[in-house]
């Protein structure tokens, strides 16, 4: 009896892929510390609304996270960022009885090539885990030489939620 080797190969693609198709869509599930419970996560959708990088004069002195859930405080925030713009631009609308604002500030940094972003924003029962990199030049970049204070600022999904912040941090090579 000779077995087929088209088919068994056929079989074997078609069980990886349903495995793969598995893993792709379901919740990520981790060992939460010191249990033997498994903690459900879920990524959360974002949008960025402005972001400014390199070389920019924008976000304050001080490295800050924010989350921003009423609009007074919406419009303050941004008009700190565009204090040195003439005509300083509008702020952007936001629902914030549907939506929230999450901003990431770098700081004062001696030179440009500095740059913040959210990389990602994953939810568990009780809060949102909002992923941080903030990158900055390494030697050999090619820099300007003035202040800078990059900034980002994104909106999500209202919560009440308790916001984590998890800021990694690496140095751009550029040789």
Not at 111 to 132: A, C, P
Request: hydrophobic residues 35%; charged residues 20%; glycine residues 6%.
């Amino acid at each position: 009896m000779r077995s087929s080797m088209p088919g068994r190969i056929g079989i074997s693609v078609a069980a990886l892929l349903l495995l793969w198709t598995t893993a792709c869509t379901a919740p990520s599930q981790t060992l939460s510390p010191g249990t033997d419970a498994f903690e459900t996560t879920t990524d959360v959708e974002f949008e960025v609304i402005t972001e400014v990088r390199q070389g920019d004069v924008f976000g304050g002195f001080d490295a800050q996270r924010l989350v921003i859930r009423d609009e007074t405080e919406w419009n303050d925030y941004y008009d700190s960022l565009n204090a040195t713009l003439f005509p300083p631009p509008e702020s952007p609308r936001i629902d914030f009885d549907q939506r929230m604002v999450i901003a990431a500030e770098l700081g004062s940094r001696p030179t440009g090539g500095h740059s913040i972003r959210v990389d990602s924003i994953v939810e568990d029962e009780t809060s949102l885990h909002v992923r941080v990199t903030s990158t900055a030049p390494g030697s050999g970049c090619m820099v300007t030489l003035s202040l800078s204070a990059p900034v980002t600022a994104i909106t999500l999904a209202r919560t009440d939620k308790t916001v984590v912040f998890d800021d990694t941090s690496n140095t751009r090579d550029c040789r």
